[in-house]
């Protein structure tokens, strides 16, 4: 009991000391995130001064560059005018057709009987295609033959009066006069000439009758449908049994239509531009997509010889052999043809300016500036163009000029193209 004043105090001093050893390690770990923190402040504003600086001298290095190139003179891109070529090949797209092409119409009424071609079948002239059923015609033309059988009695009739009355005005003819009165002697020539003129009525008949029996008998040679030439059956429209009328108006139906495609005819509409050069005899070749490996050959037979107004192009037909039939009626072909050269230079169309004076192109100088030439067309080719005059073979043409350029203005060729490369690029 007299111990326990001595010990509390001493409890007391170790709780105390085991109170302040935290605060001694808390007071030098916030030491160090102070350190810590100082340091990402530095580094993070070194960095700004850094990135700052990078984008300053970028945006000066930027407005140093435009300002470089803005002084330049306006960059160009040229190409060199080439010497035209001493022919000059024309590709236009041309359409097939038939040498011939024909509707084949009923010449008689009546119904089909049989048919013996359908399409794609070729046939010979004179091949009967089809046979028809006529039994009115039929009926008509035994009327007819029956009537003119009539007719020809008639006329034997006709002809036994005719004689007896002759033989009776000859007898009172060669009587005595004071036998037989005038009147009688009259009278009998009058039954004569009437007799004679029965007869020729009777005749005229029959001739009617057989010209009608003539007329029913060339009709039931169309009772066989035939072909008019050789050719191919492109269309049908019969079938057994249909009822056909004679005719080729609106409301008739066709029977077969038919073409001949050896030789075929190829319709080309030239620009009006080439249409002096379109002269017949001049040599083309046919091409089509889907006969790479067969070209075929042909001239030019006849053109129209006139603009048209609307398309401002002259209708060419160009004749091309084609005994296997393998061009048919309807195709799309490329025709090109091979023409003479009429101008001095070739250029692109990129290259023309077009202005209220007249054709122009731009033509840079050995000093680099460019002017502006009057040129003169010789041929348009749509993408290539033959000049007469105004530039001359080596010539550095400016291709797509700015108006901002000016005649005499400095100017920087940047790249240059060939014709073809500048034509496909448009």
């Known amino acids: 009991m007299l111990n326990q004043p001595d010990s509390a105090p001493a409890a007391r001093a170790k709780e105390g000391a085991r109170r302040e050893r935290p605060q001694l390690a808390s007071s030098g770990t916030g030491r160090r995130l102070q350190i810590f923190a100082a340091a990402v402040a530095i580094a993070l504003a070194v960095g700004f001064f850094l990135v700052y600086q990078s984008r300053e001298q970028a945006a000066a290095d930027l407005a140093h560059d435009t300002k470089a190139e803005g002084s330049l003179p306006p960059p160009v891109v040229v190409t060199i005018a080439n010497q035209a070529p001493a022919e000059m090949s024309l590709t236009l797209p041309g359409n097939t057709a038939a040498w011939y092409e024909s509707t084949i119409y009923a010449r008689v009424s009546g119904y089909v009987g049989k048919w013996f071609v359908d399409i794609g079948d070729r046939v010979k002239k004179g091949q009967v295609l089809a046979t028809i059923e006529t039994p009115d015609l039929d009926a008509e033309l035994a009327a007819a033959q029956a009537k003119l059988k009539s007719a020809e009695a008639d006329v034997k009739v006709r002809e036994a009066q005719a004689s007896f009355a002759k033989t009776t005005y000859e007898r009172w003819r060669n009587s005595p006069t004071g036998v037989v009165s005038e009147q009688e002697r009259d009278a009998k020539k009058a039954d004569f000439g009437s007799a004679a003129a029965q007869l020729n009525a009777a005749m005229a008949n029959v001739n009617a009758d057989q010209g009608n029996v003539d007329r029913l008998q060339a009709l039931t040679r ?166 007469g005059s105004g530039v001359a073979p080596g010539d550095r043409i400016v291709l797509n000029i700015s108006n901002e350029i000016a005649s005499g203005a400095k100017v920087t060729v940047t790249g240059q193209q060939t014709a073809t490369t500048a034509a496909a690029a448009r």
């Open 222 to 387: 169309f009772k066989e449908v035939t072909a008019p030439y050789d050719g191919t059956i492109i269309e049908r429209r019969i079938d057994i049994g249909n009822l056909v009328t004679a005719g080729s108006t609106s409301n008739t139906t066709l029977l077969y239509r038919m073409s001949q495609d050896d030789p075929i005819r190829v319709f080309v509409d030239a620009p009006q531009s080439v249409a002096a050069d379109m002269t017949l005899g001049l040599p083309a070749t046919m091409t089509a997509n889907d006969l790479p490996n067969h070209p075929f050959a042909g001239k030019i037979a006849r053109t129209a010889n006139a603009i048209d107004p609307r398309s401002r192009t002259l209708r060419v037909e160009v004749d091309v052999r084609n005994p296997k039939d393998l061009l048919v009626p309807g195709m799309y072909v490329d025709v090109a043809f091979e023409l003479k050269a009429r101008g001095a230079v070739q250029v692109p169309a990129s290259a023309m300016i077009y202005r209220s004076s007249g054709p122009q192109v731009a033509v840079v100088g050995a000093d680099g500036r460019a002017g502006f030439h009057d040129v003169t067309i010789a041929r348009d080719d749509g993408n290539i163009l033959e000049l």
